[in-house]
């Protein structure tokens, strides 16, 4: 069945980098395109960042400049490289296939001092 696995959270302090990894499985990867999204805590889950089939990318006006998204077909992967980051970036992240409607446990990111 549609998989997806995230990992790569953690604890880092403003201004810090992470990247996230989303290992995908179960549907033709590189004929889907793909999202990451994130939920902070009593809000709802928001979209953050997508890439097309053609490696044509996306951002969420919050985010832009700061985050990165790329995918490696090989892997069934996708991945958020995420710099310079804030303490309200602070969330569990997901990813999702566009065509797909289940989602994975998520990784948390915590931004703090």
């Known amino acids: ?3 997806f696995v995230e990992s790569g959270g953690g ?5 810090g980098s992470l990247r996230l990894s ?3 499985s179960g549907f033709t ?3 889907s395109a793909m999202r990451w999204y994130r939920q902070a805590p ?3 889950r928001d979209w953050v960042a997508g890439i ?3 490696g044509n990318t996306v951002y969420a006006d919050s985010v832009k400049g700061r985050f990165i998204i790329s995918r490696d077909n090989a892997k069934n992967t996708v991945y958020l490289q995420m710099n310079s980051l804030k303490p309200e970036d602070t969330a569990v ?3 999702q296939g ?3 409607s289940n989602w994975g446990q998520g990784t948390q990111v915590t931004v703090s001092s």
């Open 1 to 3: 069945q549609v998989q």
């Open 11 to 15: 604890l880092v302090q403003p201004g």
């Open 22 to 24: 989303c290992a995908a």
């Open 29 to 31: 990867f590189s004929n």
């Open 42 to 44: 009593g809000k709802q």
């Open 52 to 54: 097309s089939i053609g």
């Open 93 to 95: 992240y997901y990813c």
């Open 98 to 100: 566009s065509s797909f």
